[in-house]
């Protein structure tokens, strides 16, 4: 893992690694509408966290969300095996040009944030949430991630880590960042 760099007066912080290693609050999955797993981190978290994880979102579809998580919305669970004391599920939105759904990919963050804050988490961890199957821009994705941040996390008590899978993907959120004129 390479060293992290930080924003926002240390509160928004970046690392190149796997999510599912991280001593956080909680660790959001970009999880879809079935809530029930599938591949990339979604399946990662899964498999990491055994599988009491299946039964507890099994739960949830049945108790909260008969039809499915919607897209931008936000459902907890434990984190079971993993060191992350809960998992935020969330479903991006799958990209689309003609359509603009950075509302959506935004509401994922603010909304894992708020739920954090109402559980009185004071750490939680993001993947790259839509840039990977979805298919989401990367560069675009990351302004979203970053508005958010910066409109939310000056106001509570939580510190947020974007957790990036590739180097590539660190350098590219970092470029985006300076574009922004977010210093560091
Ligand atoms: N730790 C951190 N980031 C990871 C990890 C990991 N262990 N594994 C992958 N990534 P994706 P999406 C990165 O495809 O685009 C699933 O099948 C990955 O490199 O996991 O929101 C779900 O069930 C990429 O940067 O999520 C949905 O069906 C980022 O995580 C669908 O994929 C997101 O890639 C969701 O697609």
């Known amino acids: 893992m390479t060293t992290a760099m930080t924003w926002m007066s240390g509160k928004l912080r970046i690392i190149q690694g796997d999510i599912t290693t991280l001593e956080v609050d909680a660790i959001v999955n970009a999880a879809n509408h079935s809530l029930m797993g599938g591949g990339g981190v979604d399946g990662a978290i899964h498999r990491a966290a055994g599988g009491e ?45 003609t359509i603009d759904k950075s509302e959506l990919l935004a509401n994922c963050y603010r909304k894992s944030l708020a739920l954090a804050a109402q559980q009185g988490l004071h750490t939680i961890a993001f993947p790259a949430i839509s840039t990977g199957v979805y298919g989401y821009p990367f560069d675009q994705a990351s302004e979203i991630v970053l508005k958010v941040m910066a409109e939310k996390l000056p106001h509570g008590d939580l510190t947020a880590t974007l957790c990036f899978f590739s180097q590539q993907d660190m350098d590219a959120f970092r470029q985006v960042a300076s574009r922004m004129g977010y210093q560091r």
């Open 53 to 97: 994880l299946k039964t507890a979102c099994q739960d949830l579809r049945q108790k909260q969300w008969p039809e499915g998580l919607p897209d931008g919305e936000v459902a907890m669970t434990p984190g079971f095996n993993l060191p992350a004391r809960y998992v935020i599920h969330t479903v991006g939105p799958v990209y689309a040009k």
